[in-house]
């Protein structure tokens, strides 16, 4: 049986490998492109469907399995935002892309996303969870083998826990499917809260397993999402690939970690861990524990976005700081949480999916990457620089844009959680976020150009497109935040937000998109008259300037490339001093130095000490009384 | 939306005031601190004259298209902060923004002038920008903490509630952890506004007034027209949240007025910290006092 979900989720990996094994330029980009815009429409046909409430599925027996996969409103909404990304991920590799082998492991993670956002159970769930990091991992591998092997040592890890988590859940239900096991939990949250209150009733899930439950899906989804202390395969892993790919990495593989705290630890067994778990100062614990990990994460990304010297590393670090502020959305417990948590999903996958893009068109242009070698580039790519104006602004949260509505969401649902600490974080984060952007802006667009960089072209126009989707998604879904809340509405089958179209409304704040965008234009228009007023403006070149009475030269650069915010390294050079990236890294290196002590000694290829070491072993076992 | 004669002759009204009292305020702040130094200083009016003048001149120069538009977009963005305020019996569109959004609005000028000093290719105009960012980052922590209070303390986020539960129950300062909230904000309002000791964006003897250096002729006039909106409704923003808003027009001036003076004088006696002296600063004791704030009204 072929339905809609069937295209869905196996045209991208057929049309991946189609590419690949063609592999004739030219050829394997429409084919890479239709695969990815199939989904793309498919999704978009199903929309009516899912809206009403209803739910497509498709399921089939592999082995002993039953693999079962739903399109419903929630899982909808993930797989949108990921088609809609992979179809400008595919359009950015149509210019990017040099080989048939990036289009097969780019289209293949295409579709595990897709089978991990429409699982229904959890073997199908993990089995794409692996393809998804499998297909990401060749991606990075291809670029840098030590980037890669981080980034596959502590998928391996997040595997692990998960899959230690999925045996504890079929060990005590003995089911597999979300359905059963949701209910499962949900009857047992209720038997939990009456033995709360002085009834005796047998769990299904004790104290300790719901300890555990959480810990292992938690480092599972934080290692994908990039929450901190787990975040540092992500700037490595994020820069050293294809900037295309990264687009749809960065942009959803990361919500592939989110998706999963929100369906699994908070759709599936919230209740329960509510339950066994207790209270915090009034909040249930395992979502104030999600909170701070959100607000640390935020605080310690978007710092070290800041000092980076590396395009592409400060993109990424910048990426890891806003799924953090998902993760503190999460953390909120109220609806009004989870609906900032869901808005930011999708804005942060349309900003900063446009950052990437914008970027893969600029290394493609000139070949760079650090911020010294850059510069003046404003007018030799306008539009490029256009859409990275477009995506700074979205991502500092200048209304009215999309990232602003999202952020705004977070704010009101902190504040009003009382979580006032947490809510601090978000203020200095985006604070910091203001401070990278510049640095984005400052070194790549504006200054003085190398002049190396004189004969820069204009990116391509696939690229462009992609980028010209994504920015005009940005500026629709910030001035009309409604389209998006409407249909998180339907997701809580309640209005949590209420308002219209261009109106958020929630119980003790409100915010007018339009009415700010009116604004502002007129603002800008009042501004704009006092500007045609004044005398006509004579153009200058950026190195006829102010230099205290000194002659300028063009011998050299007077642009502030380096360093930029070397001030801020010093108010926090005792902080800096520490580093997870390098403890891991040392801990790494520890566990060579100790496989190496071992193969030199133990294993040092000698017969005799091996037969040395079997009789060793067979006296061991005879004391213990085996043989 | 239906046209409404009322609200624009409002908002025209407004903005012409705000725009003058902003030029007043400034002359004020520049004759209070020559009175301090004993010097007779310019007139109060000295303000207008510079921007009218710099406006009258036969040309000036620009670095390309964001170089004019940086200053267009920051007057725009500082009238849009301006409007969405409940000035005292002037609602606007108070009605259709909260705290959050007017705060994020009363930065996003900053960006504006970013934009506009970074395309000059000026390394002084650079250092500005990145002084301006640091002292942002360095502030915005506490300045958080201190809107946060607020919010938890009144239990909304709209502006027009905030002003309406104080005129029941009396300022926000009669509140002790708001007490506290507010001499945070007034510490960060000295680098909101851009007086000793965090001048540190501008810094006159240092970096020859940073970000706005390679600006002349009528970008430097529209630079001036933004501050003095700015000054008005950043000062109109601190008299709303702590100082019981303002029924009328007169009754927000004295409150504006005396919030500048308070600044004035801070600014007159303190020199100026150095960038990462000042995020330790903030960092430490206004951080501090803005968490005991908050846990107070949690």
Do not use: C
Not at chain 1, 188 to 215: E, P, V
Not at chain 1, 532 to 538: D, E, F, H, L, S
Request: glycine share 8%.
């Amino acid at each position: 049986m072929i339905n809609e979900v069937t295209i869905i989720l196996f045209v991208p990996i057929l049309a991946g490998i189609l590419a690949w094994v063609l592999d004739v330029k030219g050829v394997r980009e429409l084919i890479g492109l239709a695969g990815a815009v199939v989904p793309v429409a498919y999704l978009i046909k199903a929309y009516p469907t899912v809206a009403d409430g209803k739910s497509i599925t498709y399921s089939f027996t592999l082995g002993s399995f039953n693999m079962s996969f739903a399109l419903n409103t929630m899982t909808w909404y993930f797989a949108i935002i990921g088609a809609v990304l992979g179809l400008t991920m595919a359009l950015g590799m149509v210019s990017t892309a040099k080989s048939g082998y990036n289009w097969l492991f780019a289209l293949m993670s295409f579709t595990a996303v897709l089978g991990v956002f429409t699982a229904q159970d959890f073997v199908s769930f993990f089995l794409f969870w692996e393809l998804m990091t499998f297909a990401s991992f060749m991606m990075v591998l291809k670029y840098n083998r030590h980037a890669s092997l981080k980034y596959f040592v502590l998928s391996v890890i997040g595997a692990y826990s998960m899959l230690l988590g999925i045996a504890l859940v079929y060990a005590r239900t003995g089911a597999l499917d979300f359905t059963t096991i949701s209910q499962i939990f949900a009857k047992d949250a209720q038997l939990t809260g009456l033995s709360g209150m002085g009834y005796h009733a047998t769990l299904t899930f004790s104290r300790t397993d719901m300890i555990l439950l959480f810990t292992f899906f938690l480092t599972a989804f934080g290692v994908k999402a990039g929450a901190f202390p787990l975040h540092v395969w992500a700037p490595d892993a994020y820069s050293e690939t294809d900037q295309s790919y990264t687009t749809f990495f960065s942009g959803v593989l990361s919500k592939a970690g989110v998706y999963g705290i929100f369906y699994v630890l908070l759709m599936m067994m919230g209740a329960k861990l509510y339950f066994s778990l207790g209270t915090f100062h009034g909040h249930p614990l395992f979502l104030y524990i999600i909170a701070w990990i959100g607000a640390i994460t935020v605080v310690v990304a978007s710092f070290l976005a800041v000092l980076q010297e590396d395009l592409r590393k400060l993109l990424a670090y910048s990426s890891v700081g806003q799924v953090g502020y998902i993760l503190l959305a999460i953390g909120t417990g109220t609806a009004l949480g989870f609906s900032g948590a869901l808005f930011h999903v999708l804005s942060h996958a349309i900003f900063k999916g446009l950052f990437w893009l914008v970027t893969a068109a600029v290394i493609l242009r000139t070949g760079k990457t650090r911020f010294e070698d850059f510069g003046g580039l404003a007018e030799k790519m306008p539009i490029t620089f256009a859409m990275g104006l477009v995506a700074v602004l979205s991502l500092a949260g200048i209304p009215p844009m999309a990232g602003f509505a999202s952020k705004w969401l977070i704010y009101e649902a902190a504040i009003q959680a009382h979580m006032p600490l947490v809510a601090g974080a978000i203020f200095l984060g985006s604070a910091l976020a203001f401070a990278y952007v510049v640095r984005f802006l400052y070194s790549l667009w504006f200054g003085q150009r190398p002049s190396d960089l004189d004969d820069v072209k204009e990116a391509p126009a696939p690229l462009l497109i992609g980028m010209g989707i994504l920015g005009i998604l940005n500026i629709v879904f910030g001035i009309a935040p409604g389209l998006v809340v409407e249909y998180i509405n339907k997701l809580f089958r309640k209005p949590v937000i209420t308002g219209n179209y261009y109106k958020m409304i929630t119980p003790n704040g409100t915010y007018n998109a339009l009415s700010v965008a009116l604004v502002l234009v007129a603002g800008i228009v009042i501004a704009g008259l006092l500007y045609v007023y004044g005398a006509r403006a004579r153009k200058v070149p950026v190195t006829d300037t102010y230099q205290s009475g000194n002659p300028v030269t063009e011998d050299y650069n007077l642009s502030i490339r380096w360093n930029f915010y070397r001030p801020l390294a010093e108010a926090l050079d005792f902080w800096l001093k520490y580093s997870w990236d390098r403890f891991y890294e040392r801990l790494g290196q520890l566990s060579e130095d100790f496989a190496d002590v071992l193969r030199k000694s133990v294993y040092n290829g000698n017969v005799q000490s091996y037969s040395w070491y079997l009789a060793i072993v067979l006296l061991i076992l005879a004391l213990w009384g085996v043989l | 939306m239906n046209f409404d004669v009322r609200l624009v002759l409002e908002v025209i009204g407004m903005l012409l005031y705000a725009t003058f009292m902003g030029f007043i305020f400034m002359g004020i702040e520049r004759k209070a601190m020559a009175r301090i130094q004993r010097r007779v200083g310019p007139p109060i009016y000295q303000p207008i004259i510079d921007t009218l003048k710099l406006l009258g001149k036969k040309e000036s120069i620009s670095h390309g298209f964001i170089y004019d538009f940086g200053p267009i977009f920051a007057l725009g963005a500082s009238i849009t902060a301006l409007l969405f305020l409940p000035l005292a019996n002037f609602q606007l569109f108070s009605s259709n923004a909260d705290l959050i959004v007017v705060a994020y609005l009363l930065e996003v000028p900053m960006l504006g002038i970013m934009l506009g000093a970074m395309s000059s290719g000026n390394p002084y105009s650079a250092l500005g920008v990145q002084r301006g960012l640091l002292t942002m980052v360095a502030m915005q922590l506490p300045y958080g903490l201190a809107i946060i209070a607020i919010v938890q303390h009144f239990g909304t986020f709209k502006l027009g509630e905030i002003v309406a539960l104080q005129q029941i129950h009396g300022w926000s300062i009669l509140v002790p952890a708001l007490l506290l909230a507010m001499i945070v904000f007034d510490i960060v309002f000295q680098a909101m506004i851009g007086l000793e000791p965090f001048d540190i964006i501008t810094a006159p003897a240092e970096i020859s007034m940073g970000p706005m250096l390679e600006y002349g002729g009528k970008q430097a006039a529209i630079l001036f027209t933004q501050h003095a909106v700015q000054l008005f409704a950043e000062t109109a923003f601190f008299a709303i949240l702590f100082l019981g808003g303002a029924s009328n027009l007169l009754e927000l001036l004295i409150k504006q007025i005396a919030v500048l003076f308070i600044a004035i004088f801070v600014a007159s006696i303190y020199p100026r910290f150095t960038i990462d002296q000042a995020a330790k600063f903030f960092w430490k004791w206004p951080t501090i006092i803005g968490i005991i704030a908050v846990l107070l009204t949690v």
